[in-house]
């Protein structure tokens, strides 16, 4: 009898634990280049929504560097077999007051996390090249702060 009373608490365990674990895994599976997929991403939609006319030119550039560096991220994500549309979210928030400031920022966080990451033998070069991409648009929007 006392084994049946025992039998739903220890099915509603498992269920918890069946329930948590692919959240738990899920945190761990995001590896710092889809964090900075999802930083440049953002300080993309900053230069985007910027109207003004000083600096168009800068922020255009800025943004094709930015697409460049997100392309060649993507392909070192799935490369690894990880899903680059399933990204946390950005690593700071920004002020759509500021955009060019809120996008440098978040491309500073983008270039570290890619920085910190691994470059596999057949990559070819992926993670040299969107540094070299976000650097790129770095060195854009500097004159424009």
Known sequence: ???????????????????????IQAHAEFPGYLHALSDLRTARAYL????????????????????RAI??????????????????????GGNPGWPVHSAVKLLRE??????????????HGLRERSLDHINQALAD???LL
């Open 48 to 67: 985007e929504m910027d109207s003004r006319h000083e600096g168009e030119h800068a922020r255009h550039h800025a943004i094709d560097q930015i697409d």
């Open 110 to 123: 983008a270039r570290g996390d890619v920085d910190h990451g691994h470059d596999r033998p057949e990559n």
């Open 71 to 92: 392309n060649d991220i993507k392909v070192a994500a799935m490369d690894d077999g990880k899903n680059p549309w399933r990204t946390p979210p950005p690593q700071s």
């Open 141 to 143: 929007l500097e004159p």
């Open 1 to 23: 009898m006392r084994s049946l009373k025992t039998l739903p608490v220890a099915a509603l365990a498992l269920l918890t634990f069946l329930f948590l674990a692919p959240a």
